[in-house]
């Protein structure tokens, strides 16, 4: 039985244990096999010395992180227990603010796969997000886009979302065309407000510098230096899919943001974002960026939802 006696130097132990020892508590779960308390300044270790050799890097990376950036969340600390090599730990301690929002409001990539997608952003014209819920992948995209309209890279934003009912008739919702359409759309007017005023948004979509539109608007346009996200692409046919991505104009960014596991349309027709992820594997100009219910960012009981629902669906497969 070997010990490691660790001393959390020149950083604030409250940041380091988290309200409640949380941050100290998720430590721990990483490593079951060692006994680990803490008191203060000091970290108290036994066990495998091997297990202590790796627990000891990632003390300091911690405290690392604490002493560059004066702040920890649960998802630093989770990255920062995660991440499994140079490449990976360079995303977890890159804290680039990708936009600041509405009242002061910091919008960041939260976790590492998300940081891969801002960077897939920066490299590449077109980038695949695929992922589940939760994961940030639609909101991430959205702060990109705006801070690429914001540092003038391109001259508009396009926001698009193929209309296809997920148990709902969207013929007996109430109003006209626009009115049907809008609640399909509301996650994108819901970010966008987030990261822009109300005012300046409004001239924005008025002046059609930001357009939000069901997928069908997109037919026959060719979009030439704008910022354009389709959000839900699972629910895409393989025209539609086609059709959206031939669009792309010169001086243009396109991020196609879906959930392969979340199909909505008929049980015959094939998604078109499952099609796209086979048939452009492979071209260079092209990112897939995967996301996995580890980045998911709202409520914890949301990853679990998801993993438990990734067993059943495993358990049907299998059957």
């Known amino acids: ?179 049907k359409l809008d609640p399909y759309l509301q996650p994108l007017y819901d970010a966008l407000r987030d990261m822009i005023p109300h005012e300046k948004l409004e001239g924005y979509i008025e002046k059609k510098v930001i357009e939000v539109a069901p997928l069908a608007f997109m037919r026959g346009r060719t979009l030439d230096e704008a910022f354009v996200i389709l959000d839900e692409a699972q629910n895409t046919t393989h025209a539609q899919m086609k059709m959206f991505l031939t669009r792309m104009g010169m001086n243009a960014k396109f991020i196609i943001t879906g959930d392969p596991s979340q199909v909505d349309l008929p049980m015959k027709q094939k998604s078109g974002l499952k099609e796209s992820m086979r048939i452009l594997d492979g071209v260079d100009e092209i990112d897939f960026v995967y996301l996995t219910e580890e980045d998911v960012v709202r409520h914890p009981v949301v990853r679990k939802i998801i993993a438990a629902y990734g067993r059943e669906e495993e358990r049907q497969r299998s059957e």
């Open 1 to 179: 039985m070997f010990e490691l006696n660790y001393e959390i130097t020149d950083v604030d132990p409250k940041l380091f244990y988290g309200v409640n020892n949380q941050y100290f508590n998720l430590l721990k779960s990483k490593f079951p096999t060692l006994k680990i308390t803490g008191r203060d300044h000091f970290v108290f270790a036994r066990g495998n010395q091997e297990a202590l050799d790796v627990l000891s890097s990632k003390l300091n990376d911690i405290v690392d992180f604490i002493s560059r950036h004066n702040s920890m969340t649960l998802k630093d600390m989770e990255s920062i227990l995660n991440f499994k090599d140079e490449a990976e730990k360079q995303l977890v301690f890159d804290q680039d603010i990708i936009v600041k929002g509405v009242n002061g409001k910091i919008i960041k990539a939260k976790t590492t796969n998300l940081k891969r997608l801002a960077k897939a952003s920066e490299t590449k014209d077109m980038v695949f997000a695929i992922g589940p819920a939760g994961t940030g992948k639609t909101y991430t995209s959205v702060a990109l886009a705006v801070r690429a309209l914001r540092d003038k890279e391109v001259k508009r934003i396009i926001l698009t979302r193929p209309a296809v009912e997920a148990g709902e008739s969207l013929g007996f919702l109430p109003g006209d065309l626009k009115e």
